[in-house]
């Protein structure tokens, strides 16, 4: 016999709904200061409480020198931390309705190959980010 799993959830029961995020002009300093604070891996870029970008720590450790914060730190490296968020995140990033099933939210992650989704409220407010993490925690109950 063949079974199949039946995941009747949505995307806003499995979401992490604390939504971390900073404005498009704040410093990398900044956004790192948030990443190394927290345990998450992607802030999301708000401009007029609209969804611009998204960052993911990734991103950051690309943008950013190892030196950052040592003795071998340059002053190109400090000024690497003076940069915009805007400067690094990806734009218009993949995003879901918050309402949509998991089954919808699994296969656009596979289509678009991305690792979270932004979910979005009616009015196109961020109102939680979903991850894979997410996912497998609600297919396993606790």
């Known amino acids: 016999m063949h079974h199949t799993v039946e995941i009747a959830m949505?995307?806003?029961d499995v979401m992490s709904k604390t939504v971390v995020?900073?404005?498009m002009d704040d410093r990398l300093a900044e956004v790192k200061k948030i990443f190394d604070h927290t345990?998450?891996?992607h802030l999301l870029v708000i401009?007029?409480?609209q969804l611009v970008g998204i960052i993911s720590d990734r991103d950051l450790f690309k943008a950013i020198s190892?030196?950052?914060g040592t003795p071998a730190a340059s002053t190109?490296?400090?000024a690497t931390l003076n940069k915009k968020a805007h400067q690094i995140m990806?734009?218009?990033?993949?995003?879901?309705s918050e309402d949509a099933t998991l089954e919808q939210a699994i296969a656009l992650m596979n289509l678009r190959q991305v690792s979270c989704l932004p979910a979005i409220d009616p009015s196109n407010k961020p109102s939680g980010i979903l991850s894979w993490r997410d996912i497998l925690k609600s297919l396993v109950p606790a």
């Open 47 to 49: 401009e007029n409480g």
């Open 10 to 12: 949505n995307v806003n």
């Open 21 to 23: 995020s900073v404005e």
């Open 90 to 96: 990806s734009r218009k990033p993949v995003t879901i």
């Open 66 to 68: 190892p030196n950052i």
């Open 39 to 41: 345990q998450f891996h």
């Open 76 to 78: 190109g490296d400090e």
